[in-house]
């Protein structure tokens, strides 16, 4: 790793100091980004959309990528990020009640189980292993796409019903690319007819 101090050597321009952050100015050895005015309308937009969501952890996500954005872009371009013409506003979050999602997004990438504590459709609580594959963020809330070891088959499960989560303790690696290919593979068959 090059050192702050071999970098301004080097002849890059950097702002800062320790404890407040740094940010490179201009290194003649990096060629600047090359986004357009609308692609950079399309970026804040859709960072904009992910911290409306209400999930803590995607807003700090998305908070720390336009900052990170901004700080590598040439001035003008930074200009037009920050002051991008689509801003998106949202009195509230978009889905008000959410668990906290950082456990089955956790689960998702280390491919482990886990014991759901969920109310179904008819009011009643039941428990279930999951292979939890993806958070799927709908218009009204947001579900957890699973493999439901009850059911042998793809399982949506609501956010908002869902009481509680504990790691299982087993693994599904390598199962989780498959499972998901497969589960697109079924919504364009259906889409198409050939699955009913």
């Known amino acids: 790793m090059v050192r702050l101090g071999a970098r301004r050597a080097a002849g890059a321009q950097i702002e800062g100091e320790r404890g407040y ?5 201009e290194d003649v050895a990096l060629p600047p980004q090359k986004l357009d005015a609308t692609e ?4 804040a937009l859709g960072l904009a959309e992910v911290r ?18 901004a ?15 689509a801003h998106l506003f949202r009195p ?3 889905y008000t009640t959410m668990i906290d999602l950082a456990p089955l997004r956790e689960a998702c990438w280390r491919e482990e189980a886990l014991q759901l504590t ?20 709908n218009d009204s809330c947001v579900t957890v796409l699973a493999w439901c070891c009850l059911r042998d088959d793809f399982r949506m499960f609501r956010s908002d019903r869902i009481q509680g989560v504990e790691p299982d303790g087993t693994s599904f690696r390598p199962r989780r690319v498959p499972l998901l290919r497969d589960y697109v593979a079924r919504l364009h068959a259906r889409r198409t007819g050939l699955l009913k």
């Open 118 to 137: 969920y109310i179904d459709a008819t009011g009643t609580t039941n428990e279930r292993i999951i292979w939890p594959l993806a958070p799927v963020y």
């Open 21 to 25: 952050g740094y940010r490179l100015v």
């Open 52 to 69: 409306a969501l209400g999930d803590p952890q995607l807003v700090k996500a998305a908070a720390s990528v336009l900052a990170k954005v």
């Open 40 to 43: 950079i309308e399309a970026l």
């Open 92 to 94: 509230e979050p978009r």
């Open 71 to 85: 700080a590598i872009l040439p001035d003008e371009r930074e200009r037009q990020l920050v002051h991008a013409i």
